[in-house]
């Protein structure tokens, strides 16, 4: 029988060690988009692949993590001390190929022999993988055009680097000396967790440490089934659409039923849109985390995410749609566009059944950009990624927060000193977008506006969303505004599409102005 002191002791050191594993992963990191905008996320895993703890990360990552170390158990028979698989595929457990998830088994020595405790797994986002752009983030319409494909195979085994592998990594990607140091980074992220567990065996001891995973699980339960208790019964309709898909697909529709019955919810997407030619369709494991991340917004602050957490929530994402796409699809906008617009009509089913908890629609986009070309300095290629942030929606009562990034982005904003420093650009405004929050007794957040003044000849590719649509109200409060895309070439101003892949030269200027959060409940007069 596990006391509640020591579980909540136990409960804070595998937190802890997650925690450290980002902090790791960060600071040994190469690139920009991991060492300073943190697009990475950190877990551990039981023996049978039961998440057990996380960071708070990335929600996009962390929910659709689970199936990468199941892909993992299922495709090799026998671990040993010092393996690391590596995997990127989204059809076997990935999200989109940028996102290369690291896993490494944790085995402790008890009497001369190895036994495998766990797993300890990362996910960063690298900045080029290959494919038909810089960046890795084009306007595909079949997975193989977004780069390397990556099923679950060992990276390191038995502590022996797979050099091969690593070359052939390396041969496909447009920044090799990036991407060898965000690897390594990775491993040693891995490494420290591994340490850490092995650390608390020590302590606690072999069985002791076992008997505590099930108990934190089973706790995670029970405040999930609690919590969905409170809210009624019933089944809750709510769609919204992504304004196209990059190759002529407009609207794309995404319709969920969340039906609640006890302790228990599912969350049905029948009806939404056959999956598309563009790469905005999602693969399941993204279109699980999103409801994942929906439910666990609903529960106490201090709630552990693990398996438990999401025991009780049921997802049905039919095969064939843009929530659960079968290959070969392009899927690069999937983990990053698509997921928000899931979240926006999960949180839209929720407002009927919580409306005064539910706040209102967020920007339902990161603001995607990729970039590359030759940078003069080094003569080398370089590859540029970042998401950005906007307005939050806002929350029954209280004003939502501007300029920031929202539900499954978690990420921050690239610093205009290491930009400017890492790559042939310059940022020549960074401001909020004053007045793009929707009004109501409470007022959405404001966007951003960022514009970049290219140096050298540059492809750059966008994908945006919510730019046709707005962030919907709720309770009578009105829609965020649009967001906008704009290049000036020349000294002519040209309004572009949300998806665009485009070469642009030197001193044209790009703005990206990212939407508003909608407005929560009825106003008499608008605030200023």
């Not at 693969?283 to 957490?309: I, K």
């Not at 080094?378 to 590859?383: V, W």
């Not at 707005?470 to 967001?483: A, F, R, S």
Request: glycine share 10%.
């Amino acid at each position: 029988m596990v006391d509640p002191v020591s579980l909540e002791i136990f409960r804070s050191a595998l937190t802890a060690i997650a925690e450290e594993m980002g902090a790791v992963l960060m600071h040994s990191s190469y690139s920009p988009n991991i060492k300073e905008r943190r697009d990475f996320s950190c877990a551990l895993f039981d023996a049978h692949g039961r998440l057990i703890a996380q960071a708070a990360h990335i929600p996009v990552h962390l929910g659709a993590m689970p199936d990468s170390v199941a892909a993992a158990l299922a495709t090799f028979e026998h671990f040993a001390p010092g393996d690391c698989i590596a995997l990127n595929d989204p059809f076997l457990g990935g999200s989109h190929l940028p996102d290369i998830t690291l896993i490494a088994p944790i085995f402790v020595e008890i009497e001369h022999e190895q036994h495998l405790l766990g797993f300890a797994a990362n996910r960063a986002h690298h900045a080029d993988v290959g494919g038909m752009s810089p960046g890795s983030m084009p306007l595909a319409s079949e997975i193989y055009q977004e780069g390397i494909i990556l099923p679950p195979i060992k990276l390191w085994e038995a502590g022996q680097l797979n050099q091969p592998l690593l070359t052939l990594i390396l041969r496909n990607v447009r920044t090799p000396d990036e991407r060898r140091g965000d690897l390594a980074a990775q491993v040693a992220a891995n490494r420290t967790a591994t340490r850490r567990i092995q650390d608390l065996v020590e302590r606690w001891g072999r069985a002791q440490l076992e008997e505590h995973f099930d108990a934190l699980i089973d706790y995670a339960q029970r405040i999930a089934e609690a919590t969905i208790e409170t809210i009624p019964d019933g089944s809750y309709h709510f769609a919204d659409a992504l304004d196209d898909d990059g190759m002529g697909t407009t609207p794309v529709p995404i319709a969920v039923t969340v039906t609640v019955r006890g302790s228990v919810v599912t969350v049905d997407f029948t009806g939404s849109s056959p999956q598309t030619r563009g790469n905005v369709n999602a693969v399941a494991s993204v279109a699980r985390s999103a409801a994942y991340y929906v439910l666990r917004c609903l529960m106490p602050d201090d709630t552990p995410v693990n398996h438990g957490t999401f025991a009780p929530i049921s997802v049905i994402a039919p095969a064939g749609t843009v929530v659960n796409a079968r290959p070969p699809a392009a899927v690069a906008q999937g983990n990053v566009e698509t997921s928000q617009r899931i979240t926006d009509v999960i949180f839209g089913a929720f407002a009927q059944a919580l409306p005064e908890v539910v706040p209102a629609a967020s920007q339902g986009t990161m603001n995607n950009i990729t970039a590359g070309g030759i940078d003069p300095r080094t003569e080398k290629p370089f590859a540029y990624y970042e998401t950005m942030g906007g307005g939050m929606g806002a929350r029954p009562h209280l004003d939502g927060l501007s300029g920031v990034h929202t539900h499954m982005s978690n990420t921050l904003n690239t610093p205009v000193e290491a930009l400017e420093y890492a790559y042939p650009m310059r940022i020549t405004r960074y401001q909020l977008r004053d007045g793009s929050g929707g009004h109501g007794l409470a007022r959405g957040g404001d966007g951003l506006v960022r514009e970049i003044t290219f140096t050298v000849p540059t492809e750059v590719t966008l994908l945006t969303e919510r730019r046709q649509r707005q962030p919907y109200g709720l309770q009578g409060g009105e829609p965020g505004m649009c967001g906008e895309n704009r290049l000036v070439h020349d000294g002519e101003e040209t309004l572009l599409p949300g998806k665009i892949r485009l070469r642009t030269f030197p001193n044209d200027r790009l703005t990206i102005a990212s939407p508003g959060g909608g407005g929560w409940g009825q106003a008499t007069e608008h605030k200023e």
